[in-house]
């Protein structure tokens, strides 16, 4: 019962939620499938560390297929995407954690980055998206 109403507020959400919201909350998704990688990489747990970071690369491309190119700062973050996924792919190969502490800082930072950038467009009643 109690996924059936997570899941129903999720929806909500999601379908209420500005371009600039929704960009927010897929990086916060990207922090939490990092941080649960590195916890199941810490148990050996290999299998289902790698269907986190999958879904971690899932997500970048969804970021980057929403980028407009004709801004010069989504070609820099089409640049940070790649070699993020880079990053990611080297990792479930290399198995240096290094590697999925520079994505997480990475995605942190664009948590942070995200909710100033509302904060600023409440104030000022525009619209973000890149």
Do not use: C
């Not at 916060?28 to 050996?44: P, T």
């Not at 560390?49 to 899932?58: H, L, P, Q, T």
């Not at 940070?80 to 792919?89: D, E, V």
């Amino acid at each position: 019962m109690y996924n059936v109403k997570q899941e129903q507020y999720l929806k909500v959400k999601v379908e209420t939620a500005s371009p600039g919201e929704l960009t927010l909350m897929l990086y916060q998704e990207m922090v939490k499938s990092l941080l649960k990688a590195k916890q199941l990489y810490a148990q050996h747990q290999f299998e289902e560390m790698n269907r986190s970071i999958y879904k971690v690369r899932d997500i970048i491309n969804e970021l980057t297929i929403t980028l407009n190119m004709d801004h010069t700062i989504a070609r820099e973050l089409y640049d940070l995407y790649m070699f993020y996924q880079r990053h990611l792919t080297e990792f479930i190969i290399k198995r240096d954690e290094q590697m999925l502490d520079d994505v997480l800082e990475f995605s942190k930072e664009m948590v942070d980055t995200w909710k100033q950038a509302l904060l600023i467009v409440r104030k000022g009643g525009q619209h973000v998206s890149v």
